[in-house]
């Protein structure tokens, strides 16, 4: 089976979820690569070290990528007719592979956390109410099929491959849906450790009561060399930046200890980290949705329990 | 400027819904309501409007014909709606909701089209991008602030690192995220006046679509099983007594992170 993956040119390489995505695709065989952004002999050797064996370049300069990736996509797909296409759930990503599933006229299926290529037709997994219900569904139109993959669905890992085939994407066109063009990049930097690698994360939510009260939760994350998380509501408020944001619309993350502060548990934030070894959660409420999936439950008032809590570790 | 704001009715999340056991389907109850994500796009659409002297029509797809969610939004101060009302709707993908919405805004020559990015209850996350590309339009996605520059739109759009900055000229597509505005309550007036606000509901014939190319007809893909997914059980519980903080100490040693 031909399997193609969606990779965006980040400052760090190759994004993360094309590197999981490859381990994916190696595993169905013969992995092709669809790398959009500024490439580099670093970025080739990373992804032949995932795995890929030829990879697809387009420079897209300052363009916003999706609709001429797309386009060269589209192209490459009528030269190479892959089974299975796979993007990541990135903003890139998602973009790319919505414009390509309208171009080409066939179904996306989103979110997904498992594709079981052994099935006829494939079928592919996806959770649906926080987490708690799989929903299995088949694609009953022809091939390509489109998949956009949850990050940390599979496990990205280097099998030493080596330097794989590198060769210009087909050409992207013209026409009014390319005509976004980035003007400014910003990159908002955080200490500590990422929260997508770190082993401990800190989180904080609403229960939290102000922006000025996250000090603490830095403060607990120092000292547990932890990384610091927060739930949508707190970053539709303006508190912490949207990097922090762990859920549905922000990141997925499966640390050792995920503990979280003040935080309810709506199930936005449930999907982005159940998958968590350890949870522990310190909340108000006892009927708190995230006292379900807690393996500790404090219920108290954080302002009364991390004090103490800074204090016994010996801050 | 002319806007239109694609907006969805889902079923209130204060009520519990599930799926129908024999078709995989959203049991879909009658409160249906306006999806809250769509509120930080009808206030963008509202705003840009306003500054502009322009106008904001609704779109809108429901198998079931109700109209409670758009009245809402009409309420918030938008003009009139769309909706596509027919019962051929029902089960209909990612790809055919996109080709339907963007079937309705082809009549309206709108200079730009707003969604959130993604609904509550679907969430597929790519319905703007397919309408984008379908309609041939730019898409300026993920956005956390909108402004109009006169002959375009500019954007702060999210990215996994930070942000950047994204124009497109006119007529473009915005997706907004909940970080852009502030939405704002409707008034009593605009209750009242949401009432008699026109409200199109043409049938997917009446677009030149037809019956077999939407619902679960038109959609290439099929749920075939939905099941619950393993649970995770709750552990220890303890109330906080003024030393809770020791258990989760020793929580911590136990998973060797002190």
């Not at chain 2, 939405?183 to 009242?192: A, V």
Request: aromatic share 4%; hydrophobic share 45%; glycine share 10%.
């Amino acid at each position: 089976m031909k399997t193609l993956v969606f990779a965006e040119g980040t400052p760090a390489g190759p994004s993360a979820s094309s590197l999981e995505l490859l381990a994916k695709a190696r595993e169905v065989g013969d992995p092709s690569v669809f790398f959009a952004g500024e490439g580099s002999d670093a970025t080739w050797a990373a992804l032949g070290a995932h795995g890929a064996t030829t990879v697809h370049h387009l420079e897209i300069g300052d363009s916003l990528p999706a609709a001429g990736a797309a386009a060269s996509m589209a192209a490459l797909i009528e030269l190479e007719a892959p089974d299975l296409v796979l993007f990541g759930l990135n903003p890139t990503d998602r973009d790319t592979a919505g414009r390509l599933s309208a171009r080409l006229g066939v179904p996306l299926i989103s979110n997904a956390v498992e594709i079981d290529t052994s099935k006829t037709p494939i079928t592919v997994t996806n959770e649906i109410l926080g987490g708690t219900t799989l929903v299995e569904t088949e694609f009953t139109a022809g091939s390509p099929h489109l998949v956009v993959v949850r990050p940390k669905s599979f496990i990205a890992t280097e099998v030493g491959g080596g330097t794989p085939t590198v060769t210009a994407a087909p050409p992207t066109g013209d026409g009014p849906a390319m005509s976004a063009r980035v003007v400014e990049r910003h990159e908002e930097a955080s200490t500590g450790p990422k929260l997508t690698e770190a082993d401990v994360i800190v989180s904080g939510g609403r229960g939290m009561g102000a922006p000025e009260n996250f000090e603490i939760i830095e403060r607990l994350a120092r000292r547990l060399g932890a990384a610091v998380g927060a739930t949508r509501a707190v970053v539709d408020a303006g508190w912490v930046p949207y990097s922090m944001q762990v859920g549905q619309t922000g990141k997925t993350v499966k640390p050792n200890v995920y503990i979280a502060c003040g935080i309810s548990g709506a199930m936005q934030h449930l999907v982005g980290m159940k998958d968590s070894s350890v949870i522990i959660a310190i909340n108000k409420d006892e009927e708190a949705p995230i006292f379900g999936v807690a393996d500790l439950g404090v219920v108290g008032d954080v302002h009364k329990v991390l004090p103490k809590l800074l204090e016994a570790l010996g801050e | 400027m002319k806007i239109a704001v694609c907006v969805k009715q889902i079923p209130d999340p204060a009520t519990p819904y599930g799926l129908d056991p024999e078709t995989h389907l959203v049991q879909r109850p009658e409160d249906q309501v306006l999806d809250d994500t769509d509120r930080y796009g009808i206030e963008v659409a509202l705003q840009l409007a306003e500054a502009s002297e322009g106008s904001v029509v609704l779109v809108s797809m429901s198998p079931a014909g109700t109209l409670q969610g758009i009245r809402q939004a009409l309420a918030m101060g938008a003009d009139e709606a769309v909706v596509v009302s027919d019962p051929a709707l029902r089960g209909s993908d990612a790809l055919v909701t996109a080709r339907v919405l963007a079937a309705a805004i082809r009549r309206l020559d709108a200079d730009v089209v707003i969604a959130g990015t993604e609904s509550t209850d679907g969430y597929s996350g790519v319905v703007p991008q397919q309408v984008a590309e379908l309609l041939d339009l730019p898409a300026l996605t993920f956005a956390r602030r909108v402004e109009a520059t006169g002959d375009g739109i500019r954007i702060e759009r999210q990215t996994t690192t930070g942000y950047d900055v994204v124009e497109a000229p006119l007529p473009v597509l915005i997706s907004v995220t909940a970080a852009a505005v502030e939405p704002r309550y409707p008034t009593f007036k605009g209750i009242m006046q949401a009432k008699s606000k026109t409200v199109e509901q043409p049938t997917v014939g009446d677009l030149g679509l037809t019956p077999d190319e939407v619902g679960l007809k038109g959609s290439g893909q099929r749920v075939i099983e939905v099941r619950p997914a393993p649970a995770r059980s709750a552990g220890t519980k303890v109330v906080d007594d003024g030393e809770a903080h020791l258990a989760i100490v020793e929580a911590l040693e136990k998973a060797k992170v002190i």
